[in-house]
């Protein structure tokens, strides 16, 4: 029988009584975490503002469009940038809306370009603590309405707290955290967790700049 990639790449998680934990954070997934973490996204991409979508400095041009702007997408370009990945972004595409074309281009793309779906959210924890750029992502059932993209990072919380709400992510949005669970930042999106709708992929990182 064929094994899954998650046994292949991860090793059985430990399962004692009724809880499981994550795989242990390795090295590569603090030095993974410490690219991202120097982006500062609570002080940069901030909603409402238009920024540059690789520094998340506000430049002062007018928005192109009425509401008020998130940067989610534009974060996560921006650190798959520096980490070494490619994921759909500017100029490829326009800044936004650009988190449900993130979404279809994952689904459609992304193996082209080294990203593999990962089944659920306790695998995309344990693929996180391994050092791979794990992206969590929602497309909205609304075209005309924006999804959400976050980043999964490292975490030793349980699966039973995981199953609960989620993996711990890094994400820019109507608020920006630096480590936040993920059913807290996709609160604007009660279908993505609620319904678990949100998808993940992982992509391996060989360089962390």
Partial sequence: MKKSLAVVALGFCLVFGRFCFAAEIS??????????????VEQHWPA???????????????????????????????AAKKLGVYILRPPEHGQTPLANPQYDWLQNEGAQKGWQPVRDAIEAQAYANRGYLVVATYKNHRDDKPGHIAIVRPSDKSAMAI???????TQ?????????TLQRGFAGHPAAWGRREVRFYAHPVTSAR
């Fill in 163 to 169: 199953r609960v709400e989620g993996p711990q992510i």
């Fill in 172 to 180: 820019a949005g109507g608020t920006n955290y630096h480590d936040t």
């Fill in 48 to 78: 409402g503002e238009h920024v540059h979508w690789e520094s998340g400095k506000p430049d002062g041009k007018p928005e192109k469009s009425p509401g008020k702007h998130t940067h989610c997408s534009a974060f996560v370009a921006a």
């Fill in 27 to 40: 090295p590569a997934a603090r030095r993974t975490i410490a690219t991202i973490d120097a982006l500062n």
